[in-house]
């Protein structure tokens, strides 16, 4: 980290540039910060390579392909402007060494720290191939080591599953010490040669030089595609896992999942705890965290003026939360995902071509672990609570069917796609915006009940007929009464692990599994009702949402296969619309920007409503094949979450937008007066926001956007949508460790916080209501049921 130069640029977008981080071929990499306090990495293009047009489409798709990726073990893309006149990559900022300077100041690492390194690298790598991307250039100057796991980074010469290359064509691509040897030889690489890649890296790791050498990069290769890696300094049984990377035939390799068990039967996350790393690795991470911290001073801290809004009349209540009432259908954001929280790992990360993801609201989707650690140096490590895991207790379990009859492909109507609780007192608010004025608060109310078990994922529990659903880990649909929760009344084991909640239509709780497969699940029983099998043409990956009481929205891809011995050739990125009573499944076309943009889209009856990855507001039908109604262009700072509430679309940056849902004219804007609007919700006849700067929420007329309110509060996270209650909402504090905040909505006024205490990494509350007096807050591997009135 160095300081900045007077050639270098003092801002980028909504970025102030404070220090250089290093260079590469194709440009330099800056630290950087948002108005908001938000620390990225800034990767900006050499001006002489901005006027080759072909570059350009290259590093738009770049941009599309490292914004697709998730994960816990990746630095998501957070913010992006391909077409600038200078073209920049805003990542999420990890402040740890890389791997390549820890061994070259350090040694050889301990065979545990290995072992826990290849765990977490083969989750990135599981991430980026379950994306139809290969990364082809893991080494380890492209992997950092941060305090609760490792961080791939670097998709600069990923290559697509369009096909297209992101890099050019005609050279050979990669670093000669790590490659593969279809990389030396000029062979298609897939996602085999990342697993070979990953082998000499853990070779590396383990005794401090590369595993294959030469005199000249003529002898290194051939070295590389007929030799044996020198294994001599690695010690067991980091040779056997190895050698199993480095298999010559790419179809012998290990597959990531199962080098992921090898090196952590448990787990990844049950070995990247705190103490993964050796001291003195340990140490460096430290150091970058104080430097960091030194750079950011440098940048002015606005000072915000103190909250005073004029008296407004108190807003009707809402209406019932129930499943058809005034309540809005607001767009949930992924985890896993990545998204790409203040920190790494994404969910599940929403940002597409040419725009901003999360730039003003520290942190989006995915890892809120490395990026907090930037500018919270207080944060704990990641650490797994023990516990009971009652989900495999004696409730019912019901397994998916081992055999199915597949739906016939005659029916698929596809076109391409282009600790202890801890409640009452007010939390201390550190210095800087948000917190200044913020009165002390209630009790929180006690917890009706407490479950504990696997750990959830992040997606929001679904209420009905008096039980809460909810996904967890390894692929579980479980149901909790609201009554009495602690223990759950059935599992259903079978769902994959899309970072959505479960949807309830057609008499059925549906999730997805593996493939291209829909299961509906009995909600009172959890027996399987139903799966609908879509056959080896297709890949679901995400339920986005439902409709008309028997339709499902999915995201995923159309494969085209040149040969079942060939595998998948191409594939393209699509929305489906499946049709659970017909058994058939339509395509709603997403323009080619969208491509890899991960959506957050609320679906009604008739229109499909999304961010797209130019930064509109983007609205087409379900009736149709998915024809464009109309398109609302915003700018770089809009938020990735909609909200719909009746006929209108609510969406938030600078401004908060209110839309007509049926044409797209602008109703109403209200404008930020610092900061910016991040996250929503929505409910009776009113809409939330939460505000930067200061730190707070923001309650408007939904009709006219008149201001109700402003609600002042300690630092907020600000990557999932505000919860609406029947008479209060709720909003997690920036670090999970603090919990999360309960609103009136009558007058604005802060009633309690509510937290158990404990630091998970990235995984944030999650938060739902059903208006009718209950409360489910998630955290990791507990649920906590709360009454409220």
């Known amino acids: 980290m160095k300081p900045l130069r007077p050639e270098d640029p003092e801002h980028l977008g909504p970025y102030r540039l404070v220090a250089r981080l290093g260079a590469g071929g194709m440009g330099r990499v800056y630290l950087a ?22 570059f350009r489409i290259r590093f738009r798709r770049e941009v599309a392909a490292a914004a697709a990726v998730g994960g816990v073990y990746t630095a998501p893309v957070v913010d992006a402007a391909p077409d600038d006149e200078t073209p920049w990559l805003a990542t999420a900022y990890v402040p740890g060494p890389t791997l390549a300077e820890a061994v070259a100041e350090h040694g050889p690492l301990p065979v545990e720290t290995v072992l826990a390194l290849g765990a977490g ?8 191939h379950a994306e139809g991307l290969v990364h082809r250039d893991l080494k380890p100057s492209n992997v950092l080591l941060a305090a609760d796991g490792p961080r791939v980074i670097d998709f600069g010469i990923v290559r697509a599953r369009d096909g297209y290359e992101l890099t050019g064509s ?27 890649c990953l082998g000499s890296v853990l070779a590396f790791a383990a005794s401090g030089h590369v595993p294959f050498s030469g005199a000249a990069p003529a002898a290194l290769l051939y070295q590389v595609v007929h030799g044996s890696a020198d294994l001599t300094l690695v010690p067991e049984p980091l040779d056997k896992i190895i050698s199993l990377c480095h298999a010559k ?33 340990a140490a460096m991470i430290a150091d970058h965290r104080a430097a960091t911290m030194d750079l950011d001073r440098l940048a002015p801290t606005p000072t915000p003026a103190p909250a005073a809004w004029a008296d407004v009349p108190d807003p009707e209540p809402p209406a019932s939360g ?48 490395a990026g907090r650690t930037a500018d919270s140096p207080e944060q704990e490590p990641f650490v797994i609570p023990e516990g009971p895991a009652p989900e495999r207790s004696a409730a019912p379990v019901h397994h998916r069917a081992p055999a199915r009859s597949r739906v016939s492909r005659r029916v698929i109507l596809a076109a391409t796609a282009g600790t202890a609780l801890a409640g009452g007192a007010a939390l201390a608010v550190r210095a800087g915006t948000g917190g200044q004025g913020v009165r002390p608060l209630g009790p929180a109310p006690e917890p009706a009940w407490i479950y504990r078990g696997g750990p959830l994922l992040q997606a929001p529990a679904v209420f009905n007929d008096g039980t809460a659903l909810m996904k967890t880990r390894p692929g579980n649909m479980i149901c909790l009464d609201l009554e009495n929760g602690s ?59 439902s409709y008309d009481g028997y339709a499902v929205s999915v995201l995923g891809a159309r494969l085209r296969r040149q040969s079942a011995e060939q595998g998948v050739a191409t594939s393209t990125s699509a929305v489906f619309g499946v049709d659970l009573k017909a058994r058939q499944a339509v395509v709603i076309p997403i323009d080619p920007e969208d491509v890899g943009v991960p959506l957050q889209p609320v679906i009604t009856s008739d229109y499909f409503v ?46 908060f937008i209110a839309l007509d849902l049926s044409t797209g004219a602008v109703r109403w804007k209200a404008k930020a007066e610092r900061g910016m609007f991040a996250s929503l919700g929505a409910g009776g006849n009113t809409v939330y926001a939460t505000g930067t700067d200061p730190y707070g929420v923001h309650a408007f007329n939904a009709a006219n956007g008149s201001r109700r309110w402003f609600c002042e509060t300690p630092r907020l996270g600000v990557d999932n949508p505000i919860a609406v209650g029947a008479h209060a909402v709720y909003v997690p504090a920036f670090e999970n460790k603090n919990g999360f905040y309960a609103i009136d909505t009558a007058s604005g006024r802060l009633l309690w916080n509510f937290t158990d205490g404990r630091e998970t990494g990235v995984n944030d509350w999650q938060l739902s209501c059903d208006g009718a007096g209950h409360l489910v807050a998630q955290h990791f591997d507990r649920a906590y049921g709360l009454p409220v009135t």
């Open 322 to 369: 129930r499943r058809g009432s005034a309540y809005a259908t607001v767009g949930w954001s992924a985890y896993d995902t990545a998204a790409a929280g203040d920190g790494a790992a994404g969910s599940r990360r929403a940002l597409g071509v040419g725009g901003a993801r999360d730039n003003a609201a520290d942190g989006a989707d995915g890892a809120r672990g």
């Open 249 to 281: 035939d790419p179809a012998l390799r290990i597959s990531p999942d199962r080098l992921s068990a090898a090196c952590a039967p448990g787990g990844a996350e049950q070995v990247l705890t705190e103490g993964w790393l050796p001291a003195p690795v």
């Open 121 to 128: 690298i083969a989750e990135a790598l599981i991430a980026v």
């Open 170 to 196: 005609g050279a050979l691509f990669g670093s000669l010490d790590y490659m593969c040897p279809e990389q030396a030889t000029g062979d298609p690489v897939g996602p085999e040669g990342d697993v070979f």
């Open 610 to 655: 999304y961010a797209d990855g130019l930064r509109n507001v983007s609205v087409r039908s379900t009736r149709d094949g998915g024809s464009l109604r109309w398109r609302h262009q915003v700018g770089y700072d809009l938020r990735p979450g909609l909200a719909v509430l009746g006929q209108t679309v609510f969406a938030i940056g600078s401004e």
């Open 33 to 54: 910060t948002s108005s908001a306090g938000r620390t990225v990495a800034v990767k900006v293009i050499r001006p002489e390579m901005t006027e080759d047009k072909n």
């Open 487 to 545: 223990q759950p009344k059935w599992v259903y084991q079978g769902i994959s692990l899309s970072p959505t909640p479960v949807q309830l239509i057609y008499g059925a709780a549906v999730a997805l599994g593996t493939g291209a497969t829909v299961i509906g699940v009995d909600p009172a029983g959890g027996a399987e009702q139903f799966t609908l099998d879509f056959g080896q043409d297709f890949e679901f990956t995400q339920l986005l949402g």
